[in-house]
Every structure is written in structure tokens, then in C-alpha cells.
């Protein structure tokens, strides 16, 4: 069974930075897209980010363009996530994915807070 497991999570204060990291295991990791989706407390699912299998595009949402970074290590099955300037609408739980197959990590929390 494919697993994903995202780690990196943690409160920081607005304008700081967090990296998260997914790591994928159990599948052929090098020829899956993956994603980041965010889920603010009380609001819906909202796409983050998207890298294709070979890692040489990448696609953002327009809250987080300019601001986070997406990149993945084939060779290690990681995909990691930088987010810097981080602002308070940011505060969400955040999961990686593989696109269009349903599989999901558990999630883990970034509180942006002063």
C-alpha cells in the first residue's frame, strides 16, 4: 500500500520560514506527479503546489507563488516543500499527495502565529 509521510510541520512566527518533506514509499515514486494541499481550520481543501515525475515543472497556487518552492529527490523518494514569508493565512494542514489516485498522507500542521 503507497505511503506517504509528511513531516516539517511547527509554528512559526509570520515572515519566518518552514521546509516540509514527504516522504513516499511502496510505489514507483519516480513516475508520479505530486502535490501539497492545504486545509485551513474550518475551510475546504485548497491545491498548494504540483511537481511533474521528473521534477522540472512545477506549478503554485497564486497565494503561495513568489513565496514557496517545490522541488523532489527521485533517488531518496522525498518531495519537500519551502515556504518562506510565511503569513498567517497560511496556518493550515498541510498534505502531500499523488495526484488523481487518491493517496494521501496524514497531514502535519503549520501554525503561522506571533
Known amino acids: 500500500e503507497v505511503q506517504l509521510v509528511e513531516s516539517g510541520g511547527g509554528l512559526v512566527q509570520p515572515g519566518g520560514s518552514l521546509r516540509l518533506s514527504c516522504a513516499a514509499s511502496?510505489?514507483?515514486?519516480?513516475?508520479?506527479?505530486m502535490s501539497w494541499v492545504r486545509q485551513a481550520p474550518g475551510k475546504g481543501l485548497e491545491w498548494v503546489s504540483y511537481?511533474?515525475?521528473?521534477?522540472?515543472?512545477?506549478y503554485y497556487a497564486d497565494s503561495v507563488k513568489g513565496r514557496f518552492t517545490l522541488s523532489r529527490d527521485n533517488a531518496k523518494n522525498m518531495v519537500y516543500l519551502q515556504m518562506n514569508s510565511l503569513e498567517p493565512e497560511d496556518t493550515a494542514v498541510y498534505y502531500c499527495?499523488?495526484?488523481?489516485?487518491?493517496?494521501w498522507g496524514q497531514g502535519t500542521q503549520v501554525t503561522v502565529s506571533s
Open positions: 499527495s499523488v495526484p488523481w489516485t487518491g493517496y
Open positions: 511502496r510505489f514507483t515514486f519516480s513516475s508520479y506527479a
Open positions: 511537481i511533474n515525475s521528473a521534477g522540472d515543472s512545477t
